[in-house]
Nanobody, 114 residues
């Protein structure tokens, strides 16, 4: 059974930083790309960052230069370092894996106050 467990969300002032963590089990972690998504209230879920099994990354334009995705294959964990946070980054953040069947974590709330 695939499980993804996120942590690290919270409340932060604009300009602050948070680091999200997602630990996976039940999958071949080293063989899978991972994604970080977010969903704001009333909006569709959107891809924020992706990271290949080799560690290559891609980002949505809205977070380029501020967010950094990384992974540690030894502990089946991906990270999302978020700097210079803005109120517009407020959302529930999810990690995900798999295609075409996508598995989601439970999400972690990030709230950025102005």
């Amino acid at each position: 059974q695939v499980q993804l467990v996120e942590s690290g969300g919270g409340l932060v002032q604009a300009g602050g930083s948070l680091r999200l963590t997602c630990t996976a089990s039940g999958i071949s972690f080293t063989g899978n790309a991972m994604g970080w998504y977010r969903q704001s209230r009333g909006e569709q879920r959107e891809l924020v960052a992706g990271i290949s099994p080799e560690g290559n990354t891609n980002y949505d334009d809205s977070v380029k230069g501020r967010f950094t995705a990384s992974r540690d294959n030894a502990v089946n964990t991906v990270y999302l370092q978020m700097n210079s946070l803005e109120p517009e980054d407020t959302a529930v953040y999810y990690c995900a894996v798999g295609y075409p069947q996508i598995y989601w974590g439970q999400g972690t709330q990030v709230t950025v106050s102005s």
